[in-house]
């Protein structure tokens, strides 16, 4: 059963920076694409960014393009999530999750982890 688990949220002003970590066990990490999602309270979870498997494509919302970047590392099994320019609209609770590919489709993705808590404030 695969297990992931996220770090690196907490509280950052308007502007600042965050790197989210993902990382991952129990399942063949290089055969899965990689995702960052995020739930805002009261809001459905949405994809953030996606990263296919051999890490030759990646996929972001418009809201966050030029602004995040998602990297993967195959050796250490886990998955990152640069975030630049953060703004208050970017508090949310993040989740990475691992499928077969980068559909936006919640449910196309078969392992998630509990989520890191980001909030932007001032």
């Known amino acids: 059963q695969g297990q992931l688990v996220e770090s690196g949220g907490g509280l950052v002003q308007p502007g600042g920076s965050l790197r989210l970590s993902c990382e991952t066990s129990?399942?063949?990490?290089?055969?899965?694409?990689m995702a960052w999602f995020r739930q805002a309270p009261s809001k459905e979870r949405e994809r953030v960014a996606c990263?296919?498997?051999?890490?030759?494509?990646?996929f972001y919302a418009d809201s966050v393009q030029g602004r995040f970047t998602i990297s993967r590392n195959d050796a250490k099994s886990s998955i990152y999530l640069q975030m630049n320019s953060l703004n208050t609209t970017d508090t949310a609770n993040y989740f990475c999750?691992?499928?077969?590919?980068?559909?936006?489709?919640?449910?196309?993705?078969?392992?998630w982890g509990l989520g890191t808590q980001v909030i932007v404030s001032s």
């Open positions: 990263i296919i498997s051999s890490g030759g494509n990646t």
């Open positions: 129990g399942f063949t990490f290089s055969y899965y694409a």
């Open positions: 999750a691992a499928g077969d590919m980068c559909w936006e489709s919640l449910t196309t993705f078969n392992y």
